[in-house]
């Protein structure tokens, strides 16, 4: 068990919690498929948890190193940026628009997708294993999955129609590249 807390190892102790951030992103994904929302939304919210851990475990134990930056940022990607995209594009979009509508809300979740791939790699190429500054340049990808999850639930609610679910989606991915600054927790 001594790979647990060796900074090298590719399964060390915070690498296995980013690993079940990506499990836990990977069955949010197949139950958004089989129309289970609340099922995958509890799953991302897990996968959130175990993507504050990982952090605070390897600065805690100094496992921090390059294979665990890398895999954080593509945990982050699934559980961030393709889950919520992928939810509220199969709850909100499919449901509410048809023809060109569809297509149109369809580039809207391109557009978050590219802007969430965007922050994650700018990040990469920004910043040393183990450092945490104290605050972010733009909106980091877990604050825009939960903006997501509330525009999502507005619009269940029926307080917020789907055309203003894809100008919020619009701004918010506007928001992960901007130079806003967003306090460190």
Do not use: C
Not at 48 to 68: C, P, Q, T, V
Not at 101 to 118: D, N, P
Request: net charge neutral; no cysteine; hydrophobic share 55%.
């Amino acid at each position: 068990m001594k790979f647990l807390f060796t900074p090298a190892s590719h399964f060390n102790l915070a690498n296995m919690f980013t690993f079940v951030n990506i499990t836990a992103g990977l069955l949010a994904t197949y139950f958004i498929t089989q129309n289970n929302f609340f099922l995958a939304i509890i799953l991302a919210w897990i996968g959130g948890a175990f993507d504050i851990f990982d952090g605070k475990i390897a600065r805690k134990y100094k496992l921090s190193n390059e294979f665990g930056v890398q895999l954080d940022s593509f945990a982050d990607f699934l559980s961030f940026v393709l889950v919520p995209v992928f939810l509220i594009f199969q709850a909100v979009y499919t449901t509410s628009f048809e023809g060109i509508s569809l297509i149109f809300v369809a580039l809207v979740s391109i557009y978050y997708v590219i802007s969430g791939l965007r922050r994650l790699i700018h990040f990469n190429l920004h910043t040393d294993a183990g450092s945490v500054a104290k605050h972010f340049i733009g909106v980091p990808t877990p604050l825009g999955a939960i903006l997501l999850w509330l525009v999502y639930l507005a619009n269940t609610y029926e307080f917020l129609p789907a055309y203003g679910v894809a100008a919020l989606m619009i701004f918010i991915g506007w928001s992960l590249n901007s130079t806003l600054k967003v306090p460190h927790p």
